[in-house]
């Protein structure tokens, strides 16, 4: 069954870049049938998608974060990656990694989430 | 980029009751929309997928329809476990976007 695990600092600093990793487990990262998404929810608010990379290594970035948003994928180890620079408060959240079915419009797999708050 | 307005933001109901979400696109979106469901503090949950098809596990009182603009999700009769908040979702177009969420209470 596949998995998907979030991990990353739950802790960082306003400016700094935040960083998370999505492990990928019981699938391969490496089908084409699949992309390979990161989607935040504030505390109490709504889902907002933030990106995406398919295995060849294609991305597309939500342009509302503009230049801040880079997404990796390292196949040889089943993950992809997240970096968000200059944080700010209002990127406090929680992080989701999910996984979208190409051709049939939906996100079938998410992993559990993970909490990132900016703070000093 | 495609917004999607879902009504009602809130809607209370009871056990047993027959409900309808609706999530309306800012420009035609095709088929390409879904349904998640969120409970508290965990991750949504796929619901329906290409506006109707309902998701391996989803119980059959979930149906979904609609195409173009204008999007349902039906409840045929609530059960306690249904009580969440729901989101829409467009994979027509990037970026991807969400509605802003239906949270349905007792």
């Known amino acids: 069954q596949l998995q998907l695990q979030e991990s990353g600092s739950g802790l960082v600093k306003p400016s700094q870049t935040l960083s998370l990793t999505c492990a990928v487990s019981?699938?391969?990262?490496?089908?084409?049938?699949?992309?390979w998404s990161w989607i935040r929810q504030p505390p109490g608010k709504g889902l907002e998608w933030m990106g995406y990379i398919y295995y060849r290594g294609t991305t597309y970035y939500n342009p509302s974060l503009k230049s801040r948003v880079t997404i990796s994928i390292d196949k040889s180890k089943n993950q992809f990656s997240l970096k968000l620079s200059s944080v700010t408060a209002a990127d406090t959240a929680v992080y989701y990694c999910a996984r979208e079915v190409l051709g049939s419009g939906s996100f079938d797999h998410w992993g559990q989430g993970t909490l990132v708050t900016v703070s000093s | 980029d495609i917004q999607l307005t879902q009504s009602p933001s809130f809607l209370s109901a009871s056990v047993g009751d027959r409900v309808t979400i609706t999530c309306r696109a800012s420009?035609?979106?095709?088929?390409?929309l879904a349904w998640y469901q969120q409970k508290p503090l965990k991750a949504p949950k796929l619901v329906i997928y290409t506006a109707s098809t309902l998701q391996s596990g989803v119980p059959s009182r979930f149906s979904g329809s609609g195409s173009g603009t204008e999007f349902t999700l039906t409840i045929s009769s609530l059960q306690p476990e249904d009580f969440a908040t729901y989101y829409c979702?467009?994979?027509?177009?990037?970026?991807?976007?969400f509605g802003q969420g239906t949270k349905l209470e007792i």
């Open positions: 979702q467009q994979l027509n177009s990037f970026p991807r976007s």
């Open positions: 019981g699938g391969s990262i490496s089908s084409g049938d699949y992309s």
């Open positions: 420009q035609g979106i095709s088929s390409y």
